[in-house]
């Protein structure tokens, strides 16, 4: 099936999110009510569909609550998708869900501020809690 006339197809729409990604290792929080913010600039996946690379820089925002993720091992989750067939929007979103399930956070934030490919740039962000009343935090 193709979606929108545009030669993509719901395979390249779901591409990538079958991927069995490493787990996120953390370790335990001893504060309350902080913010914790980890940037990647030099983010890269592959587009699905034309196999070009994507470049961007990946933000991440989230309140802990018990666990909080341990760095290397979120380096070595992201390298995952360096060479992987993935939509930008599906990166925000995959990315948010593995680090909610990781560390159960009162709150969290993935940004994926992507570069310019044929004169367009794409920002993507995803945020948990997703309720449609919910307001994300303030960047």
């Not at 193709?2 to 197809?9: F, I, L, M």
């Not at 009510?33 to 690379?53: H, N, Q, R």
């Not at 009162?106 to 945020?127: L, Q």
């Amino acid at each position: 099936m193709r979606t929108q006339n545009t030669g993509y197809t719901d395979d390249h729409a779901a591409s990538g999110l079958d991927h069995v990604f490493p787990s996120i290792d953390t370790w335990q929080n001893q504060f309350q009510a902080y913010e914790i913010l980890v940037d990647d600039p030099e983010f890269t996946s592959i587009c699905p569909k034309t196999g070009l690379p994507d470049f961007g820089v990946l933000t991440i925002r989230y309140m802990p609550r018990e666990q909080c993720l341990e760095l290397k091992s979120l380096k070595e989750y992201l390298f995952h998708y360096r060479n992987l067939g993935i939509f930008q929007e599906n990166i925000a979103n995959q990315v948010l869900n593995d680090i909610v399930k990781a560390t159960d956070p009162v709150w969290a934030v993935v940004k994926g501020d992507f570069r310019p490919r044929g004169g367009i740039s794409t920002v993507v962000t995803a945020t948990y809690p997703r309720p449609e009343d919910s307001k994300p935090p303030r960047s």
